[in-house]
């Protein structure tokens, strides 16, 4: 079967994918722009035809989640979060672009001669180990809450407040994710003790609901605390509204009136002091009843699921659970917040001045990481300038330390992207590594030791062994700290060392 022809192939004139429809170029860019910050998979599929008959197909893919994405007249270019993660495609050859009915995926098509490429690009979902692996990744500074919905509350809450002029030196982005993370706040506490064994280049800022004890009490007396490593852990500071209910979630940083606003269908959140906690019946309307209430339910607290419109007679919570003409009539929380992130009518004027209280506290963990003392090598010293700091049999941390002109110091620190390389010196004894920073380059030697190459190994086998740069100007104030070579790149370089050691 031949697809090519020598005349120039008119413009989405191909047949489409049974699963999407032919688009303008201009529209797979709109979509393609709304990528940005998303994971998507790429499945870059080519299929070479030859003139008798014969053909072949081959297909490489990829996933990861976009940082930026350009467009000129030329081409399109989409980076990830890594060196390595980056998508280059030209505008030259390209016959035909597709989509999906619901957007979440763009189809090119190439032909030149007798090759035929077909490339998707697709949103997708990634699992939690791999979303929580971005907390650790993070390029700048970052706050990770205890729900789903508390970085909607804060994220808009931010952006409000700057628009007023405030705020605006907090440069920091939220960890954003939906059910594919189960945060809660024993996975957030664990989570945030073990970022705090690593050195972070940025702040990490943990951020607690106030409605547990426990949590509370950990942080009773201290608007943050510090847990080393550029690592913060906050609790909700209690709102002047809500001194005398201190128990609260992030919803309750709005008035009563607020958390009540209808949206179009009429649903809203309720609170547990609007109905008999032993009846589970609303005081006000005869037909509305909930099941989530009972004497030891905090009177502020946030219901947003089984609040039932019941035209029965109902005596008891048996009977409201037994009742089958009920409706749920209540909003999700989530539906809540997403209404409020959205600027949705007419959530889009709650106010959001009790926010004020969690980036005052923030500022403050600002000041302290502009101002913090310089840090000191732990671990031992392998080579010059060199720490090997173990944790356990199996987990370590290589740490570099080195000094430069405070120019270069400043580019290494606002870098998001280092390209490195790994090679033997001349006489064998060491190993060099160098590293590209924009317009910085170093290079450090290693002295090849037992304890050196079996952190290696160890490196190629577990990806929780870190190399982390550690950068101080000329005058030795400490200016960056950050993690390096933590892709599959570098345990290909680590094995090509290993390779020629053999070979001596």
């Known amino acids: 079967m031949r697809f090519f022809k020598e005349n120039k192939q008119e413009y989405n004139s191909l047949a489409a994918d049974i699963r999407l429809y032919k688009i303008p170029l201009e529209r797979a860019e709109e979509i393609i722009k709304t990528f940005k910050d998303k994971w998507i ?3 870059f599929i080519t299929n070479i035809y030859k003139y008798n008959d014969d053909s072949s197909q081959s297909g490489i893919y990829s996933k990861f989640r976009v940082r930026d994405i350009y467009f000129d007249d030329n081409s399109i270019r989409i980076y990830g979060l890594e060196d390595s993660d980056r998508l280059f495609l030209s505008k030259i050859n390209l016959v035909q672009t597709e989509c999906s009915i619901e957007l979440d995926e763009v189809k090119l098509i190439y032909k030149e001669k007798n090759m035929f490429n077909e490339i998707y690009i697709k949103m997708y979902l990634p699992n939690m180990e791999r979303r929580l692996h971005e907390i650790e990744e993070s390029k700048n500074h970052l706050i990770i809450t205890e729900g789903k919905t508390d970085w909607k509350h804060l994220k808009n809450a931010l952006l409000k407040l700057k628009a007023e002029g405030k705020f605006n030196q907090l440069d920091i982005d939220f960890f954003e994710y939906e059910d594919e993370v189960q945060m809660g706040n024993d996975v957030l506490k664990r989570i945030c003790s073990y970022q705090s064994l690593f050195e972070n280049e940025k702040l990490k800022i943990f951020i607690f609901d106030s409605d547990d004890k426990k949590i509370n009490n950990e942080h009773r007396g201290h608007d943050y ?41 009429h649903r809203r959140l309720y609170l547990a002091n609007e109905f008999d906690l032993a009846t589970g019946k609303h005081s006000i309307f005869e037909d509305v009843y909930t099941l989530l209430v009972n004497d030891k339910t905090e009177i502020n607290h946030i219901i947003d699921n089984k609040v039932y419109k019941i035209n029965d007679k109902i005596n008891n919570k048996k ?88 120019e270069i110091a400043l580019q290494i620190r606002e870098a998001t992207h280092v390209i490195y390389g790994m090679k033997l010196s001349n006489d064998k004894t060491n190993v060099i590594l160098s590293l590209q920073f924009q317009n910085a380059k170093i290079e450090c030697s290693i002295q090849i030791s037992e304890k050196f190459l079996d952190f290696l190994y160890k490196k190629t086998q577990n990806k929780f062994n870190r190399i982390e740069l550690h950068i101080c100007d000329e005058e030795k104030n400490f200016i960056s700290h950050k993690e390096i070579m933590n892709d599959d790149l570098c345990v290909v370089l680590i094995q090509g060392i290993f390779n020629e050691l053999r070979n001596l």
């Not at 605390?225 to 209910?245: C, D, F, M, Q």
């Not at 919803?251 to 269908?265: F, G, L, P, V």
């Not at 913090?372 to 570099?400: C, R």
Request: hydrophobic share 35%; net charge negative.
């Open 41 to 43: 998979y790429v499945n």
């Open 319 to 406: 009977d409201i659970f037994n009742n089958n003409t009920k409706t749920n009539i209540a909003l999700s929380k989530n539906r809540f917040a997403n209404y409020i992130l959205d600027g949705v009518r007419p959530f889009d004027t709650i106010s959001v001045q009790s926010f004020e209280l969690v980036f005052e506290i923030i500022v403050n963990i600002f000041e302290k990481y502009y101002h913090q003392d310089k840090k000191y090598a732990v671990g031992e010293e392998i080579s010059p300038g060199i720490y090997l700091e173990k944790h356990d049999d199996y987990f370590e941390v290589l740490s570099i330390h080195g000094s430069c002109s405070k």
């Open 225 to 265: 605390i510090y847990h080393g490593n550029n690592v913060y852990s906050l609790v909700l500071p209690i709102p002047k509204h809500r001194e005398a209910t201190p128990l609260i979630s992030i919803e309750n940083y709005y008035q009563d009136s607020e958390i009540k606003t209808k949206d179009a269908d």
